[in-house]
Every structure is written in C-alpha cells, then in structure tokens.
C-alpha cells in the first residue's frame, strides 16, 4: 500500500532531518567550542628575582624559574589560565600580577615581581606600623626609608597574604580594619578602612581563598569576610558567628579546612569547620574547656595540620592538641607543657621541628624541639630578650627570628642554629619606631 503524498517524505531528507536532530549539523556554539580548544603560549615577565627556588603554577603546569631571569613560560594551554606561585624562592618574596584571564592567543602579559623579606611591626601606643627590610645573609632589621606609617587607632593585630603583595591591621581602641597594599620595596600604601564588629587582637587569613577572619574581642564573635579583588574586606552574609567570652586570637589549618578561636575570659577554645566559601560552622563539640583561669593569649597550628598549640598566660603553659580527622581537638600525653612567666606569643618554624614562646614576666623566649608533635624544652631552654617581650615572628625561610619588647620600644633579633636554637645577631636588638610594639610580620 502506497502513502497518501501529503504524508510522503521523500528518504534521502527524512536522513537530512534525522541526523540534523540528533545534532549531527552545525550549532550556533562550534566556533566557541573550537576556541576553547586553541592551544596558546603562556608565560611573561619577572623582576627582581635573584635567589632560585621559585616555581610558578598553571592548574597542573609548572615551571622552575632561574635566579635573575626576567622572563618565564608555562608552555601551551587552553582556555582560561590562573598564574599563582607554587613554591617562592629562597629569602624572597614574590608576588604575581595579570595572573589570570581567558585567551586563545599568546599570553605573555603576566608579571611576577620579588622582592627580599621584609618585616612590619604594629606600636601600639604610638598608633604606627614600623617598615623595616631584612639584610639579605645578615637577616638585620633595617628602617624603610618611610620608618612608620600613621594607622589613625592603636593597631594590635596584623596579617599579611602569603604573596606577600597585601597587610591588614586591626586595632585594640577601635573597630577600623585597615588595608595596604605592599609595594616592590616593601612599602606601604593605604588602600582603605573598614569597620570590623568590635576591637580585637587576631586576624587570620586563610591559606587558599579570599577570605580574611577577625576575633571580635569585646563581642564574643569571630568576624569573616570576603577579600575583593582590589584586597578590601567585604563582609560575608552571615557577618559573624559566636565565640567564646573575649576571644584574643584566631587560627586557620593550613590545609584550610578548620579555625580554631581561644577564649581568654572564658578559658576555652572554640572549633569550626570552614566551608567551601569561607564561612565558619561550629564543629557538633563546639567548645573545648580549658581549666579556669589559664586565659589563653595565643594559638599556633603546624604545617601538617595535625596539632595545635595554646598559649597559656594565666598559668605558665603551652596546651598542646592532635587535631582529629573531623577537626576535633584532642588534649596529648602530657597535655600541657611549662613555660616561663606569663607567657604571651607563639610561633613554629616553617619546618615545623621548633617552636618559640615569649614569657613576658622573665623577658625570655623559650624554646622548643617538637617530635611527634609534642613540645620538648631545649637543653637551653629559654634566651634572653628585651623587656616584657609580646609576639614572635619567625621568617619564611626558617634562618631567623623576632621578638617584639612592648615595655622598651624594641625588636630582638636572632639567627636560628641547625638545632633550632636562638642566637643573638651582631645587633641584638634595634628600635622598634614607636611605643608599645606588640604584633610583627615578616615575609
């Protein structure tokens, strides 16, 4: 039986149409697929590199770059790109600008510019940062030739992005949070201020997102907040969420998975796992109590982010904890370790074998050998310092360390031994350019 002709279609169309639906002709979208598979050079220029040790990265790319070459290439890609820095050179610091975009031709349009470490010190009373420079092979605190930059309120708290490109200031006598950017000397221009929830003594930045966190001392809260990308603070939607009585400081793991907040009035630790964005959630056990009247001052993870450390001023220790596999602290056996008088600031090595603590009431640093994540007191225990020393900064490549003296307006300055020990420079100590140093960076 034959089709009606209204109804007949003739084969070799009903093909044409079949294989037309079934997407086998050309889409309005194939020239976009097609760029998005355009391979294309990447690379561009570097200034002031001259040490080795500097890989950049490009998702899995990466490349080793050369001490004093101007130029790099990451080989051919496709699609967009995102130039960071793997791993950064010895005793430099650097950081990249264009780093990222979308292209299908040849990209040498990215910089990457190092500089040498570089210290800053909040002075609290004199309302200041201090800008110094580190002596390359010498690790000498030298004055920048603008010594101190004016913060407007009593700044007590700094943090510095790991590029080493941006350093953000909180005060003690105000809520203004402020941001500057770091030039290729090291110095430092203001780019604006904010205002955070309450004063405070912490920042923290964490290792991998944009995200920067407050501890809102007089508010029982621990600030977050979104960094654009001019580096300004922008809070989250969720501004806050709830902390302990007094929070003195705030610390991120490394790997970026879980903050920790101590508590100095309420003599306990609060615990957040950290979201894909940032934000903090309490951990099921949110709070760990410490015992009453320890007013712990200061928190330090390891690298591994394995173990954490709790300065303990109100009674001479250091509380240290595993960190389980669900962020939870777990006290260690012994769970606590001595140390001198009113203890105040910490810090480990980037190899995180040692570990140094201020006692401000023996104006000492002691130090400590860390095995297994547990702190063991050196066979020289404790060196000297100037007077009523605050916080310990130890530079990014492990060679030297310093202490900030709040009661005599100065910075001590060390070397430190193959066995971790502190060693006096040729300068001991040199001022700190203003009253009352408490809180130093250096990167």
């Known amino acids: 039986m034959s089709l009606p002709r209204s109804t007949w279609i003739a084969p070799t169309l009903l093909a044409c149409l079949t294989l037309s639906a079934c997407g086998g002709g050309s889409s309005g979208n194939s020239s976009d697929a097609a760029a998005a598979t355009v391979s294309y050079t990447l690379g561009g220029s570097v200034s ?26 990451l080989g051919s890609t496709t699609g967009s790109y995102d130039v960071t820095i793997a791993s950064q050179p010895d005793g430099q610091t650097c950081a990249v600008s264009q780093g990222s975009g979308t292209s299908s031709t040849a990209v040498q349009s990215v910089q990457v510019t190092c ?50 490109a941006a350093l953000y200031a909180a005060c003690d006598d105000d809520r203004a949070m402020n941001t500057y950017s770091v030039g290729s000397t090291g110095l430092l221009t203001l780019l604006g201020s904010v205002n955070g929830t309450t004063a405070g003594y912490s920042l923290a930045l964490h290792p991998s997102l944009q995200v920067l966190y407050a501890a809102d001392f007089g508010g029982g809260t621990v600030s977050q907040y979104t960094l654009g990308s001019d580096r300004l603070p922008t809070a989250m939607s969720l501004r806050s969420v709830t902390a302990g009585l007094n929070p003195r400081a705030v610390a991120i793991t490394p790997n970026g998975q879980y903050a920790y907040v101590i508590n100095d009035a309420g003599d306990s630790i609060t615990q957040y796992q950290v979201g894909s964005t940032g934000a903090l959630t309490a951990l099921s056990t949110a709070t760990v109590p410490l015992t009453a009247n320890d007013s712990p001052k200061a928190i330090v993870i390891d690298s591994s982010s ?20 669900t962020g939870a602290l777990v ?49 020289t225990a404790t060196v000297a310092t100037g007077d009523a020393p605050h916080s310990v900064a130890v530079s990014p490549d492990g060679r030297y360390a310093y202490v900030t003296n709040s009661a005599d307006a100065t910075v001590s300055q060390y070397a430190i031994g193959s066995g971790g020990s502190l060693q006096a420079l040729s300068t001991a100590t040199i001022g700190s350019g203003g009253m009352k140093p408490t809180a130093i960076v250096v990167r």
Do not use: C, E
């Open 306 to 325: 394995t173990h954490a450390y709790v300065v303990l001023g109100g009674s001479n220790k250091i509380a240290q904890f595993f960190i389980g596999s």
């Open 331 to 379: 006290a260690m056996s012994p769970a606590s370790v001595s140390t001198g008088t009113s203890p105040a600031g910490i810090a480990i090595s980037p190899n995180g074998v040692y570990a140094y603590v201020t006692n401000q009431g023996d104006d000492t640093v002691g130090q400590y050998q860390i095995a297994s994540g547990r702190l063991t007191a050196m066979a």
């Open 115 to 164: 500089r040498g470490y570089v210290a800053y010190v909040a002075n609290t009373n004199s309302s200041t940062i201090a800008q110094f420079t580190l002596g390359s092979g010498t690790g000498l605190l030298t004055a920048q030739s603008t010594a101190t930059v004016s913060v407007g309120h009593q700044p007590s708290a700094l943090a510095i992005t790991s590029d080493g």
């Open 48 to 73: 002031g590199l001259t040490s080795s040790g500097l890989i950049l990265s490009n998702g899995s790319q990466t490349t080793s770059v050369a001490a004093n070459a101007t130029t790099f290439s």
